[in-house]
């Protein structure tokens, strides 16, 4: 499997023989990168407002899921995300509106009808397991949805999503092991961004990158830049292909930066220096694709502006939307959590 140098931050996104991606496609990354980081920065401004109860963020993750989900196939493939994939779950199928919906706890929220927290995606309709709150169980998951589909000798691959901090958990290593040793469809994808909430990766493992794991069971392998889109998607459909021969599971590991604390909740003054936050902005992957996009001629400021207008009408139609949907009928609390 191709190697990436996360420390060289390649800025050349043109589309190549190798990456199969034409400037539509390249475009059609930024709008969904663009759309993720837009949703996000509201959802968090209704969180201040004292009108959604939480949020968790994935801003400066949007490069790496983007760039991993144009690998993938909706239609037949399977997403196991993780709390922070709101951008991966958007290229799946998810809504503005449906995100809004789960944020302010509405009955027409299609992950749980208002009764999970926000970040817990999940949509059968769209191929999204439904994310669960314990740290790193969909790795498992994963592993087994993939085994079904061997068993049903399915063109399906499972694609699932976790934190560095995650593989500290024995759940990770259990179903690496047990997906290595099956060769099952599976892709695990860690979106390192350095801090398990407020624990540095340095105080976590003593190693530099959590790629260097999928040796001890026999699996490739691969660190790359999480800021860029194209890295990520030539690594992924690597992953993803070699999966669909058959030849089993691999390991990616995208180095992100989180430019927002843990969620709503979480104070990253207390750990994070803020100097270190501000030098990271250079790297911001939305900021740097557009400019990397209208720098080759991909992108043009027309085409630019056109698709931030058509971004601000969708999120401000799902909160106007989401705010108006009524709450859940409390006389249904009960509805699918009990037997009848």
């Known amino acids: 499997m191709t190697h990436h140098d996360p420390g060289g931050v390649g800025t050349e996104a043109r589309a190549t023989a190798p990456t199969g991606l034409s400037d539509a496609d390249l475009v059609r990354m930024y709008e969904f990168m663009a759309l993720a980081r837009a949703l996000d920065e509201r959802m968090w401004l209704l969180n201040r407002a004292g009108q959604a109860p939480f949020v968790i963020s994935c801003q400066g993750h949007e490069a790496a899921q983007i760039g991993a989900a144009f690998a993938l196939q909706p239609s037949k493939d399977v997403l196991v995300?993780?709390?922070?994939?709101?951008?991966?779950?958007?290229?799946?199928?998810?809504?503005?509106?449906?995100?809004?919906?789960?944020?302010?706890?509405?009955?027409?929220d299609p992950a749980s009808q208002g009764?999970?927290?926000?970040?817990?995606?999940?949509?059968?309709?769209?191929?999204?397991l439904t994310t669960s709150s314990p740290v790193a169980t969909q790795v498992l998951h994963a592993t087994g949805v993939a085994l079904a589909a061997k068993y049903r000798r399915e063109d399906t691959v499972a694609w699932t999503c976790v934190g560095e901090g995650?593989?500290?958990?024995?759940?990770?290593?259990?179903?690496?092991?047990?997906?290595?040793?099956?060769?099952?469809?599976v892709v695990f994808f860690v979106e390192n961004n350095g801090y398990a909430i407020s624990v540095p990766q340095r105080k976590q493992m003593a190693i530099e990158n959590v790629?260097?794991?999928?040796?001890?069971?026999?699996?490739?392998?691969?660190?790359?830049?999480g800021t860029d889109p194209v890295a990520v998607y030539a690594a992924a459909t690597e992953a993803v292909?070699?999966?669909?021969?058959?030849?089993?599971?691999?390991?990616?590991e995208a180095k992100v930066y989180r430019f927002t604390a843990h969620s709503s909740d979480d104070d990253d003054r207390t750990y994070r220096d803020p100097q270190e936050l501000e030098a990271q902005r250079v790297r911001d992957p939305v900021a740097r694709f557009r400019a990397t996009l209208l720098e080759q001629g991909?992108?043009?400021?027309?085409?630019?502006?056109?698709?931030?207008?058509?971004?601000?009408?969708?999120?401000?139609?799902?909160?106007?939307?989401?705010?108006?949907a009524p709450y859940p009928d409390p006389s249904e609390l009960t509805l699918h959590v009990y037997g009848s």
């Open 81 to 108: 995300p993780y709390y922070r994939d709101l951008a991966m779950v958007l290229y799946f199928g998810v809504t503005p509106r449906d995100i809004m919906l789960s944020l302010l706890a509405r009955r027409g």
């Open 241 to 252: 292909e070699r999966a669909r021969r058959g030849e089993g599971p691999s390991l990616i």
């Open 298 to 324: 991909v992108l043009s400021e027309e085409q630019d502006a056109a698709i931030r207008s058509r971004i601000t009408a969708q999120i401000n139609d799902a909160t106007e939307f989401a705010e108006q």
């Open 166 to 185: 995650g593989t500290s958990e024995g759940d990770f290593h259990e179903a690496l092991n047990f997906a290595s040793i099956h060769r099952l469809p």
């Open 115 to 128: 009764r999970q927290m926000p970040g817990h995606f999940g949509s059968r309709r769209h191929n999204i």
């Open 211 to 225: 790629a260097a794991r999928a040796a001890g069971y026999n699996m490739p392998g691969v660190t790359v830049d």
